[in-house]
């Protein structure tokens, strides 16, 4: 439904308390701080006041998407239809174990398919989304519900990955330095140590792809390097 410009800030204004917020550990919290991405987990999960309960997907089609799309507009957590989430940017969706969508941003979703195929011994193929939403679910989430982790290197990490820092801070990897993420955006960097052993967030199938070179977009406030994949316009949810 089409909103008009007040109608589109009142409706922003009441549900931007909402729990919405996806951060690289897989978990949704709410903040005030807009990101870049939005995306859903197959389905609508929330109660009918926009509250969360203890459910946090509906199935295991865990996608990230663009903002805009062919002009639609519409109210957030609308009852039976998806539970909307947003993203600081992709490198955080990518940790907590989104992919991106095959509609709204098919040509990225068509690479990463392909780079995961590749990964896979079968280049010049795509990979299926299904199949890779079966991976997927595997390696983000345990039989608890918690967060899945692994131990890593971190000079063996392509940038893009999230890693568990102390206090259990979201830190990222990127051109031989460790960003922390907070929803705001990233802070100062420092340099990492490429023979440090860490607590690696973002799931070993999506590790892989980025190996494969696939770069995902990035806040502006990582920098730089954070040009290489900045989807223009101003961050917003």
Known sequence: MLMSPDRRRSVADRVMSLQKRVTPEGEIIATPHRGLLMGNRGGAFHRPDRTLGHRRWHSRQWICCVLEFKGRRRAVMQPNRYTELFFLDEATALAAGHRPCFECRRRDAEHFAALWAMTRSRPGR?????????????????????????????????????????????????????????????????????????????????????????????????GADASRRLLGGKPHT
């Open 126 to 222: 795509r990979a299926r989304a299904p199949d890779m939403d079966a991976v997927l679910h595997h390696e983000r989430t345990g039989q608890a519900g918690e967060k899945v982790t692994y131990p890593g290197r971190l000079g063996d990490l392509p940038d893009g990955t999230f890693v568990r820092g102390p206090d259990r801070t979201s830190l990222l990897v990127l051109s031989g330095r460790l960003l922390p993420w907070t929803p705001a955006g990233y802070g100062p960097s420092r340099r990492l140590d490429p023979d440090l052993s860490v607590t690696v967030l973002t799931p070993r199938s999506i590790v892989a792809v980025l190996s494969a070179e696939y770069h995902p977009m990035l806040h502006p406030s990582a």
